[in-house]
């Protein structure tokens, strides 16, 4: 992976895609290393809300807001809250939930009250009730399930997280087959590599007091010794899927040449791929989108996405990966003149990288975060909310060498 390759997303702290609301800390399931405590009574008030709200729209352009915690269905507002969202704000809602609370019922109340979108977080890190101790691949039928009911619902985004642990990594190029295989209803997959704390080669100080990692939620070196990379889980992929390809990525604060947030997009249906969409489609889209609209595009409406015949067409005039695409389909189509009668659909593949710590102990965060939460008035990384919780900075870390 070369970063020059690829187009770089021009998201900034004030000009994003989307931001990231927490009305509660509270989770209904556990998650193994999952960055954020659990907090039984941390349900905020729709005042509150609308307070985080305020700070989001008064620093920060975006299109969608992702509605996470905690899991947001435990909040018993959660319908007026995506209504507060869309009606209130003007902004398209998207529910991050592992879906335990997920109903039939509930997704409806939420599409009534304005529901962009869903993000089911599934992966087998989960104690989760009925499904402990299943694989990732295992999983895929309760995935299914979620993505069955949502396309049931109708005109609702289907997406599906998975954190990506080394232990796992071997089952991702299976998870994105089966996205393919139902790519008609599962609108975007994204793997999230697992964060690990880094104690034995760094000391944690918040301000002139030293800090242990058992003070938060992290998992530290012990279980899981060497952090992930996106280009390491890549060659994982490409070794099974060699047509694999990236076409945007997002850089580091203080490595721009790392990939923070990693997108790839394709267009085929169940039985075949085409193609992957190049570096020259995603900037005409992201800035077509702000030229017309403001802002930078999250989460596309699940129509546009079944119109991936029209929009090879649309964009092989200036990317040429869209070119060799619809020249496969077209001679595909030539040599097999029914598959011309089978719908073509787009879908994304993300990956997110976590928290990369330099040499010198600083550490290389998302340039132009998404993920962007609000903390007493203040824009800052959900990822870290924790340390401002408990600690009220930002954890420093000094390697134990310079000690």
Known sequence: MEPTALYRLPWSLNDNVL?????????????EGCYSTNEA??????????????????????DSVSIAGGDPLTHPE?????????????????????????????LRELKKAGLHGVTFHVDSSQSRPGHKRRSNLELNELRLHFAKMVAEEG??????????????????????RWAQAHMDIVHSMVFILFRTGRSQEFD?????????????????????????TTPELFAVIKKEIPDFEASAFLGGTRDPNSFKWTLATRVGNSDRIYGYVGPRFMEAVQTGH???????????HPFLLKQGRATM???APIDPKMRQA??????????????????????????????????????????????????????????????????????????????
Not at 19 to 31: A, M, R
Request: hydrophobic share 35%; charged share 25%; with cysteine.
């Open 19 to 31: 931001s990231w609301l927490e009305p509660t800390k509270k989770c209904n399931i556990y998650c």
């Open 41 to 62: 009574n941390s349900h905020k008030s729709l005042k509150d809300i609308r307070c985080d709200l305020d700070v989001f729209t008064s620093q920060r352009k975006m």
């Open 78 to 106: 959660i319908v007026e809250i995506v209504r507060i969202v869309k009606q209130d704000y003007g902004l398209k809602p998207v529910v991050n939930t592992n879906g335990h609370a997920m109903s039939p019922q509930v």
């Open 155 to 176: 005109g609702i985004s289907c997406a599906f997280n998975s954190t990506v642990f080394r232990d796992t990594m071997h089952e991702v190029p299976e998870m994105i």
């Open 204 to 228: 944690y100080w918040a301000q002139d007091e030293k800090v242990g990692l058992d003070q938060l939620p992290y998992y530290d070196q012990e279980q899981n010794p060497t952090p992930l």
């Open 290 to 300: 702000h030229v017309m609209k403001g802002t930078y595009l999250a989460y596309a």
């Open 313 to 315: 067409g649309l964009f």
């Open 326 to 403: 619809l020249a496969r389909y077209t001679r595909d189509v030539a040599t097999h003149p029914s598959r011309a009668l089978k719908r073509l659909h787009m879908q994304s593949i993300a990956f997110i990288q976590p928290i990369d710590m330099m040499a010198d102990g600083e550490a290389n965060m998302c340039d132009g975060c998404p993920d962007m939460t609000v903390h007493d008035g203040q824009l800052v990384w959900s990822c870290r909310l924790d340390e401002l919780k408990r600690h009220g900075t930002f954890l420093r870390c000094v390697p134990r060498s310079a000690c």
